[in-house]
């Protein structure tokens, strides 16, 4: 299996190892073309040769590993200002769950428990259904506000 042709993912971290690998696997290939192409391999230099391309191979080794490791931090503090999003998303979506179900009337919860053991998607709400008012309707009057706005 050639590492070149190996397929890349659409998330970011192994998108961006994907990157690093190709641009490592490049970086090689021309490290030890040049490599080649300034010492010929021949009887009397060939353990000369050996060393010096197991020298680049280690410094290009050394270079993918510290932008292996630029890259995954990277992706860590990434990950970690997502998950503090999440975290503060979810909060506020079990805060607006808390208030709506405190206003929600008894027929309704019964109705919303009978459609969530069905695995029915909800019934729009019509005029003619009692309870209290929907949130957008709460939230109407806001958006009416006095005076100019700037």
């Not at 970011?12 to 490290?31: E, H, K, P, T, Y």
């Not at 230099?45 to 931090?73: C, F, P, T, W």
């Not at 990434?78 to 999003?85: A, D, G, M, N, W």
């Not at 005029?127 to 008012?133: D, E, L, M, W, Y």
Request: with cysteine; hydrophobic share 35%; charged share 15%.
């Amino acid at each position: 299996m050639n590492s070149m042709n190996t397929p890349c993912y659409t998330v970011a971290m192994d998108l961006g190892v994907c990157q690093l690998r190709n641009f490592s696997i490049s970086f090689l290939s021309s490290l030890l073309s040049a490599e080649s192409s300034h010492v010929k391999l021949d009887k009397s230099s060939s353990g000369a040769s050996v060393v010096a391309i197991d020298n680049k191979i280690e410094q290009a080794m050394d270079l993918v590993k510290s932008h292996l490791m630029y890259a995954v931090r990277e992706e860590v503090e990434v990950l970690k200002e997502q998950i503090k999003e999440l975290i503060e998303r979810n909060s506020q979506l079990e805060q607006e769950n808390t208030l709506l179900k405190t206003l929600a009337s008894p027929e309704q919860m019964a109705q919303f428990q009978a459609q969530v053991q069905t695995g029915s998607p909800p019934a729009p709400q019509t005029a003619a259904t009692p309870g209290p008012p929907s949130t957008a309707v709460l939230a109407q009057p806001a958006s009416h506000s006095s005076g100019p706005s700037a």
